[in-house]
């Protein structure tokens, strides 16, 4: 057992209910445990995770299950950038203390922080499969994709499969259920770049968020909004600003800041930079309370 001792407020209640991606719109009941099955970076193996805590906030539990030589430092620090505990979580709420707005959303939200794809070659490989379809069909075909091709755990009682690494997702057969010619031919083509170290987070962060979005648009499949997705929400930035906001996120800064007209996009953007060194993560944190209805 492993112990992740959190920087400022964490609550993993609250990124268990996090809903995103392949679980966007239906995350599991929390029972006390969340889990992780995911290819480890680098294309060193798999692994199994199980995260606990005692109550609302505190020291984290970890539980590892590795597969296929998998490293547990490497392991551990994958699992928790995937629920944001690599960063000080202190500053963040410093934050809110400085901005009204994001101060009440954090005391709605206590402990809230982003989580992400476990890595930015999942959330590309996630971008292809559920683009231009509803999330529950791309859902059924990860689901799909890593039975097939990736590793199987049992954890605290459940069954989860980790995606497939990229040597495995290179031999999709032709004709998988739910993928058409064309994004068998762009997984297939996604996995060559993955193994080739094109979407390791440690090159993505080496770039910087930036730089970044743009090189990753010229993956098979990956546009502007995919780019940003896997900046984003796929490679752990806590402070990044690319450009106009999706709208969801976009729109609710615009009511919970009183912002209107024809420069929208400008004030927001100077909203924003007040957000430093967290804007990734006061822009979830805004798209979250207003998806979810919370009033100031």
């Known amino acids: ?10 609550s993993l209640r609250a990124a268990a209910a996090f809903g995103f991606g392949p679980t966007e719109g239906r995350p599991p009941t ?21 995260l606990r805590q005692r109550g609302d906030d505190g020291p984290v539990g970890v539980e590892l299950t590795l597969r296929d030589g998998a490293p547990p430092e490497a392991t551990l620090a994958q699992a928790a950038r995937t629920v944001s505990l690599d960063h000080d979580g202190a500053a963040f709420e410093r934050v809110g203390a400085s901005d009204p707005v994001i101060g009440a959303l954090q005391r709605a939200h206590p402990g809230q922080r982003p989580v992400l794809f476990t890595s930015p070659y999942e ?11 509803p999330s529950a069909q791309g859902a059924k075909v990860r ?3 890593s039975e097939r091709l ?27 259920p739910g993928l058409n010619e064309t994004k068998i031919a762009r997984l297939r083509e996604l996995a060559a770049a993955a193994a080739a170290g094109d979407l390791d987070v440690a090159r993505i962060h080496e770039l910087g968020p930036e730089a970044a979005y743009l090189e990753l648009q010229r993956l098979p499949g990956i546009g502007s909004f995919y ?28 009511r919970y800041y ?15 930079d007040g957000w430093r060194p967290f804007r990734t993560w006061c822009l979830v944190l805004v798209r979250l309370a207003g998806d979810r209805g919370t009033r100031l």
């Open 1 to 10: 057992m492993e112990t992740i001792e959190p920087l400022g407020r964490f």
């Open 30 to 50: 929390f029972d006390g445990a969340l889990r992780l099955a995911f290819c480890v970076d680098g294309g060193r193996g798999y692994a199994g995770v199980v």
């Open 123 to 133: 959330a590309a490989a996630w971008s292809v499969i559920s683009a231009r379809r």
């Open 143 to 145: 689901a799909a994709l």
């Open 150 to 176: 990736g590793r199987t755990f049992e954890l605290a009682g459940r069954t989860l499969h980790a995606f497939p690494q990229p040597s495995a997702l290179a031999q999709i057969p032709d004709g998988f």
């Open 227 to 254: 780019a940003s997705l896997i900046v984003l929400r796929g490679s752990g930035f806590a402070d990044a600003w690319l450009g106009t906001p999706e709208r969801r996120g976009a729109d609710h800064a615009a």
């Open 258 to 272: 009183g912002v209107g007209g024809s420069d929208r996009d400008r004030r927001l953007a100077e909203i924003a």
